[in-house]
């Protein structure tokens, strides 16, 4: 079943939110180059993304699925509209969509 099992968020740099919230939570971050950071292992993860070429505005929630393309068709089937087509990244690939109400999401997958 897909589920939302990621979260990001925009930052202007990764140290500060990674060390706010290491402190705050005692949440620890892998690091995935200068630009971004995240929690491994929860049930829901966390992401700092403070990348310039694949930058956000606002949070993302992201769903995890078995399948990226069957999923990017049932998005554009229900009506979704891809803003960020499929993309890869360390660990997996994934796509922006927004839905009819204008909220963006996520959708990934984890590949070895």
């Given amino acids: 079943m897909a ?3 990621y979260v990001e968020l925009p930052v ?10 290491a402190q705050a ?3 620890g971050f892998t690091d995935f180059g200068p630009d971004y950071a995240a929690t491994t292992g929860g049930d829901v993860d ?9 930058a956000i505005a606002q949070v993302l929630v992201l769903v995890e699925v078995q ?6 068709a049932k998005v554009e089937a229900a009506g979704g509209e891809v803003v ?3 993309f890869a ?12 109400a204008g909220n963006v999401l996520g959708v990934f997958v984890t590949e070895d």
Avoid: M
């Fill in 25 to 27: 939570f005692g949440w």
């Fill in 89 to 100: 990244y360390p660990g997996g690939r994934r796509f922006h969509f927004r839905d009819p």
């Fill in 3 to 5: 589920r939302i099992s």
């Fill in 12 to 21: 202007q740099g990764t140290g500060p939110a990674r060390d706010f919230y």
């Fill in 84 to 86: 960020v087509p499929v």
């Fill in 46 to 54: 966390l992401g700092l993304n403070g990348s310039d070429d694949q």
């Fill in 67 to 72: 399948d990226l393309e069957d999923a990017l």
